[in-house]
Nanobody, 124 residues
């Protein structure tokens, strides 16, 4: 069982940066692949990026490649999402997700544990 708590959301102007963090409970954090998803009003929840258990393998959605970076610290049970060059279309609630195992999956049903979400709003 893993409990996830996101933080770091807020309001930022287009072109700015934000860093989201996700704190995980449990002593087996390093055995989980982690990911970030987002959901804009009226839209489906979509994959943003993911990282495997060791942190050496990452996967990103095409829409955020080159702008967002995901990282993890297994000693601190945290995963982060650095978001640069933000655009108004990045506005959404961002969710941290976890799945037991090594593989990063880019679909919602692949993840068993979810945080409550944090709002990111990018103004034009």
């Amino acid at each position: 069982q893993v409990q996830l708590v996101e933080s770091g959301g807020g309001l930022v102007q287009a072109g700015g940066s934000l860093r989201l963090s996700c704190a995980a409970s449990g002593r087996t954090f390093s055995s989980y692949a982690m990911a970030w998803f987002r959901q804009a009003p009226g839209k489906e929840r979509e994959f943003v990026g993911g990282i495997n258990w060791s942190g050496y393998s990452t996967l990103y959605a095409d829409s955020v490649k080159g702008r967002f970076t995901i990282s993890r610290d297994n000693a601190k049970n945290t995963v982060s999402l650095q978001m640069n060059s933000l655009k108004p279309e990045d506005t959404a609630v961002y969710y941290c997700a976890a799945r037991p195992g090594t593989a990063v999956l880019n679909f919602r049903n692949g993840y068993a544990y979810w945080g409550q979400g944090t709002q990111v709003t990018v103004s034009s």
